[in-house]
């Protein structure tokens, strides 16, 4: 099935069974000064030949190592040069040869990634007329729904289809609503829609992201959808009423998709340490990233007794957060440093007092650990006026693209 909504970027909606379509693989690879495909046969005794070349200055030559005489090559390359103004890139030409002649050639597409580009044609008196082509590229949307297995995130997300490059995505989209250690249990559900940008010929362009995410727990449900609010530099994540999720704080301060203990044999939170114990633990495999929770200064890096490796950041005159047990740091993480949210600091490991890999974090408020897990954190913004219209013409077009392709 495939819906099409028109407008000035097409939208189609790609089927389950279409997923394949989204593995394609991309533009040909170029080997200087031009790839080419094999040519294809006409119906007409001609052929057509496909390359790629690394700009438009390099389409005269590409043309005379197809066999087309220096003259036409070189007029054509001027052609097109002045054209797309010497403007730089990659560009796929199409070339049709009528005749079957390698010096007949009659048509020259070029396209930049998103599809636009220049036809180069000899007009009714024979004199090669270029126009202008407009982007092509149409954006599918494919959804994704899984349970959770009882290893983690990650295994269950890439078990249910979901590229594992954005599966990381996924998980950092509820790094603010859920502790991926203490909140997800097997059974739990979880949605995930991507899009992916294609051009006339069917080629994917550019990476798939991730735009709708939803977690059910048996607790608790939330849907998010990517939105880039007008004047802001990149998209973020918004619930469906169109609130930031953004916190003072994360709540899994740790790449979550990788948490796996959370689905193993638990110690009571208590009797399972022999004194107090004073922070919340992620059991990642070493080597997990680890983020800044919060925006900061960095106020200690290195061991630190029990800690092993430990980073510590002051958020505000009365608020710390602390990172134990780390395998390494991440470059210019030192004292002093100022980290944003979600930066990379270091990488957990098993380090100090450890009795497996995992990450221990704290969450210090004038300098006593408090529990991270009730801890509040402000609020995040909330989308009003032109930006929060925009935002629900978002959210209502993945919903229905979602309950088509869910239905
Ligand atoms: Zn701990």
Known sequence: MLWVISGGASLALLSVVGWSLWHRPAAPVQSPPAAATAPTATPYGGFRRALVIGRVQDLAAALMAEGVPSDRALRLGLLANESLAGAPGELRVSLSFPTGQAGSVETVELRRADGSGLLIQPDASGRLVAKSLASDLNVRIKVVRGEMDANSFYSSAVAAGVVDLLVNDFAGAFAFDFDFQREIRPGDIFEAAFEQKVDGQGDIVGAERLVYASLQTQTKSRALYLFQPPGDARPSWFDGNGASVVRGLMRTPVEGARITSSFGPRRHPVLGYTRIHKGTDFAVPVGTTVYASGDGVVDFVGPHGGHGNFI??????????????????????VVGASVRQGQAIGISGNTGLSSGPHLHYEVIVDSAQVDPMTFQTTSGRSLNGEALAAFRKVRDRLDALRAAQNG
């Open 312 to 333: 510590r950041i002051r958020h505000s005159p009365d608020l710390q957060t602390a990172y134990a047990h780390l395998s390494g740091y991440t470059p210019g993480i």
